[in-house]
């Protein structure tokens, strides 16, 4: 089977790894692999020698919609005529907009894969086209990873698609936790969707009752130098360190004694798996489109709290910090991660995209 796989970037997000992980995937499992970007970045994920690689731009380009959607679906076109691959599969709202039109009347099918809240990413007249029309319409299959955002789209789009969740690394399962577990973490891009201010309030309230507690955030994005004001302004810069990306997250996860979300909304958020996996105990807002709330049963391997209630998350921390049973909720966690070991998640993406090649349509969505 041949597959074409397109997205924007392949640096920095969940996505760009996980596209990543399965460009190398069919490629190492026998399969033609051709990965497309709209523009290369740097920090990208490593790749396959196998997979073949394109990038419609060498850089990102400044320009209005409709001229950057016009110049990349003519591109993107171009590439998919070259190369004949039996599937396109696209990540992210604009990159399925494209792979839609791009791949309108060749032959080979086209599937869509929805990664974040879709009330968001698909917010405003154009996205809603996109979603409730173009999509369902013109795509031949869907991947979601939870049931909650595949509830958004029509029916026609549901009835063919399948949730898949996103897969764990098992090095993740084999990280050493007998270190100093000094401080707690978050991973993630310093954007608003991920709602660090609320975490620092909620971090300042927990150093007033444990002032030697610390957090370290590992991350880069536009909000970097609102937060380091934020963290000086609360009075936390003996205790809370923004740490810039990191290229050993095993590491960093070995050295933390717990770990924290305050995201707005999420798809399923792999920083989340990766530490349940390694056994951290996990405070992490219970946010649309669900990828939270599936992971976690609150209490028994994992905690929830609402979204944007810096009290309730300053207070489940405060907890975590004088309670005895919470070894009981790691080792819960980190074996309720084994279910998606990336022979399974991945396996299930390869049947599903046959069954798409061969003009399959699944009936009754699954994960």
């Known amino acids: 089977m041949r597959v074409l796989f397109y997205i924007n970037r392949l640096n920095g997000g969940g996505a760009e790894r996980v596209i990543s992980q399965l460009a190398n995937f069919f490629s190492s499992s026998g399969d033609n692999s051709i990965l497309v970007t709209s523009f290369r970045s740097d920090n990208e994920y490593e790749l396959n020698e196998g997979v073949t690689r394109y990038s419609l731009e060498?850089?990102?380009?400044?320009?209005?919609?409709?001229?950057?959607?016009a110049t990349r679906i003519k591109k993107l076109r171009a590439i998919i005529k070259s190369e004949g691959p039996d599937v396109v599969l696209s990540f992210m709202q604009e990159p399925n907009f494209r792979a839609l039109v791009a791949g309108f009347g060749l032959p080979c099918k086209v599937v869509v894969?929805?990664?974040?809240d879709p009330a968001r990413e698909y917010a405003g007249k154009?996205?809603?086209?996109v979603g409730k029309f173009l999509m369902p319409f013109l795509a031949d299959g869907c991947v979601f990873q939870t049931h909650q955002a595949m509830e958004w789209f029509p029916a026609r789009l549901r009835r063919k698609s399948r949730v898949i969740p996103n897969a764990v690394n098992p090095v993740f399962f084999e990280t050493d936790k007998s270190g100093v577990n000094s401080?707690?973490?978050?991973?993630?891009?310093?954007?608003e969707q991920k709602n660090y201010p609320m975490m620092l309030k909620a971090f300042a309230a927990v150093r007033m009752d444990f002032p030697d507690e610390c957090l370290r955030i590992y991350g880069e994005g536009p909000m970097r130098s609102d937060l380091q004001r934020m963290v000086y302004a609360l009075g936390l810069s003996d205790?809370?360190?923004l740490c810039g990306r990191t290229s050993d997250v095993p590491a960093v996860l070995a050295d933390a004694k717990g770990f924290l979300m305050?995201?707005?909304?999420?798809?399923?958020p792999n920083a989340l798996m990766e530490a349940m996996a390694v056994g951290l105990p996990c405070v992490v807002t219970d946010c649309p489109c669900g990828g939270p709330g599936e992971l976690i049963a609150d209490g028994t391997n994992g905690v929830l709290v609402p979204v944007g209630n810096s009290r309730a998350m300053a207070d489940q921390i405060k907890r975590l910090l004088v309670e005895d049973n919470v070894g009981?909720?790691?080792?819960?966690a980190a074996e309720s991660m084994k279910a998606y070991l990336p022979d399974k998640v991945f396996m299930a993406w390869k049947g599903y995209l046959i069954q798409i090649s061969l003009g399959g349509r699944n009936e009754h969505p699954s994960s």
């Open 183 to 191: 401080y707690w973490v978050a991973i993630g891009r310093l954007t």
């Open 262 to 268: 305050s995201s707005d909304y999420e798809g399923m």
């Open 328 to 332: 009981d909720m790691t080792s819960v």
């Open 239 to 241: 205790g809370v360190a």
């Open 113 to 116: 894969s929805v990664r974040n």
């Open 58 to 69: 060498n850089e990102e380009i400044v320009q209005s919609r409709l001229i950057r959607n």
């Open 126 to 129: 154009i996205g809603r086209f």
